[in-house]
Antibody, heavy 124, light 107 residues
Framework: EVQLAESGGGLVQPGRSLKLSCAAS????????MAWVRQAPTKGLEWVAS????????YYRDSVKGRFTISRDNAKSSLYLQMDSLRSEDTATYYC?????????????????WGPGTMVTVSS | DIQMTQSPASLSASLGETVTIQCRAS??????LAWYQQKPGKSPQLLIY???SLQDGVPSRFSGSGSGTQYSLKISSMQTEDEGVYFC?????????FGAGTKLELK
């Protein structure tokens, strides 16, 4: 059974840093792209960042580029999100997800397994 | 960025009723579309990927269809446990983008 467990969330002041972790089990971690998706309180879903199997390729939404860093440790089956220069608009529940891949005419990606999430609140 | 527009924003359905939710992309996404269900206080769950492929373990009353820019999710017989918010998502291009969600309630 696929299990993802996020940790590291909490209350942080604007401009400070926080590092989220995600412990994975029940599957071969290195066989999957991984991603972070967030959801602001009572809002919709927003993709944040993705990382390739070996960490060699990373992708970010524009609003976090240069402030957030996604990384992984395949030996520990763990995913991370280093968040620097946090802003109030980063307040959200952050979900760790596996990334599924398929192709019809072009390749496409989807989020097949999700953790329960960890809440990040950026406020003074 | 590819914009995803869902309709309706909310709806209510009776037990056994057929429900359809629409999702329109701002450009052709070549069936690179997924649907998720989120229940209150829970994380989203994948229902459909590739516009019409049913995720393992998802009841067969859920189905997806569409192509180009227009897609839909159908629940063939509304059940109590189907209450929640449904999101569509395009996975063709970064940034992967989601629709704003459709809240489904039991009438």
């Amino acid at each position: 059974e696929v299990q993802l467990a996020e940790s590291g969330g909490g209350l942080v002041q604007p401009g400070r840093s926080l590092k989220l972790s995600c412990a994975a089990s029940g599957f071969t971690f290195s066989d999957y792209y991984m991603a972070w998706v967030r959801q602001a309180p009572t809002k919709g879903l927003e993709w944040v960042a993705s990382i390739s199997y070996d960490g060699g390729s990373t992708y970010y939404r524009d609003s976090v580029k240069g402030r957030f860093t996604i990384s992984r440790d395949n030996a520990k089956s763990s995913l991370y999100l280093q968040m620097d220069s946090l802003r109030s608009e980063d307040t959200a529940t952050y979900y760790c997800t596996t990334v599924g891949y398929s192709s019809y005419i072009f390749p496409y990606w989807y989020f097949d397994f999700w953790g329960p999430g960890t809440m990040v609140t950026v406020s003074s | 960025d590819i914009q995803m527009t869902q309709s309706p924003a909310s709806l209510s359905a009776s037990l056994g009723e057929t429900v359809t939710i629409q999702c329109r992309a701002s450009e052709d996404i070549y069936s690179g579309l997924a649907w998720y269900q989120q229940k209150p206080g829970k994380s989203p769950q994948l229902l459909i990927y590739g516009a019409s492929s049913l995720q393992d373990g998802v009841p067969s009353r859920f189905s997806g269809s569409g192509s180009g820019t227009q897609y839909s999710l159908k629940i063939s017989s509304m059940q109590t446990e189907d209450e929640g918010v449904y999101f569509c998502q395009q996975g063709l291009k970064y940034p992967n983008t989601f629709g704003a969600g459709t809240k489904l309630e039991l009438k």
